[in-house]
């Protein structure tokens, strides 16, 4: 589908969740000058073409990269047209998990079930940053501290593609076995490297390709945000409002410099 010269100028932003908008980045990109079109799919709206549009970003919400509905198809088949034409991309929680299954990883089931902004044990969810290296730096991390702290909300994790190989040799005995691991895509894979990990679950940021980025926890969040959050997402509710809302107080700084 043919894209307006408008389009071709302009940050598509899609919506999984009603209640999980931008954040943060919609400021940035009304300071840097830059348009931008929000689509909720959650309100029924179609994932328009990618194809032409400055850069795409996919948000967070509670479906699964894995779930075997007409909109999840189609938002993999849109991503991977992103992937194949080299549009810039960012994927927020789900959006890292629909980035990696259509660039020909998987989703599982997470281990931990990581909610809020500390663990069962009490200790702060953080991820800490596994580059730049000198053999592959990436301008993304430039000037980032090493740990950050983070807000999550997720109850399934990444798996790249390198560890596929590593459990379908283990699980049938060599190399070149068919993958059985849930979620995996069939098209071949795009180069993934991982840039940050968790404590809990590993795969936190990753790149794919050159300009795609995805990210498991909430950078983006905002405290108007979280507000709705704790009192609509039942994962949320039992941690109470004012509880979450005070932990984005005090990481508010860190998430303005941050996110």
Not at 129 to 148: C, R, S
Not at 179 to 188: D, M, T
Request: aromatic residues 4%.
């Amino acid at each position: 589908m043919a894209q307006s010269c408008t389009a071709r100028r302009t940050v598509l932003m899609v919506k999984n969740c009603s209640r999980e908008g931008p954040g943060l980045l919609e400021p940035l990109l009304k300071e840097l000058g830059i348009a931008y079109a929000i689509v909720n799919l959650d309100a029924g709206e179609p994932f328009p073409d990618p194809r032409g549009y400055a850069a795409l970003v996919v948000l967070g919400g509670p479906d699964s990269a894995n779930d075997d509905t007409s909109r999840m198809r189609d938002e993999l088949m849109r991503v991977r047209q992103a992937l194949d034409e080299g549009i810039p991309f960012l994927g927020i929680c789900l959006g890292l998990q629909v980035l990696v299954k259509a660039a020909g990883g998987s989703v599982v089931s997470s281990k931990v079930r990581e909610v809020g902004w500390r663990d069962p044990q009490g200790t702060p969810y953080t991820i800490s940053f596994v580059g730049p290296t000198h053999a592959d730096p990436d301008p993304l991390l430039a000037g980032l501290p090493k740990i950050v702290p983070i807000f999550q909300l997720h109850g399934e994790t990444v798996v790249l593609p390198d560890a596929q190989d590593k459990a379908a040799e283990e699980d049938d005995g060599g190399p070149g076995a068919s993958l059985h691991l849930p979620g995996s895509h069939q098209s071949p894979a795009y180069p993934m490297t991982l840039l940050a990990t968790g404590a809990h679950c590993e795969n936190q940021l990753v790149r794919v390709g050159k300009d795609a980025y995805g990210i498991q926890g909430h950078l983006e969040l905002t405290p108007e945000m979280l507000a709705v959050w704790a009192e609509q997402d039942p994962d949320l509710i039992p941690l109470g409002r004012d509880k979450l809302l005070a932990g984005h107080a005090a990481q508010q700084a860190a998430y303005e410099a941050n996110g």
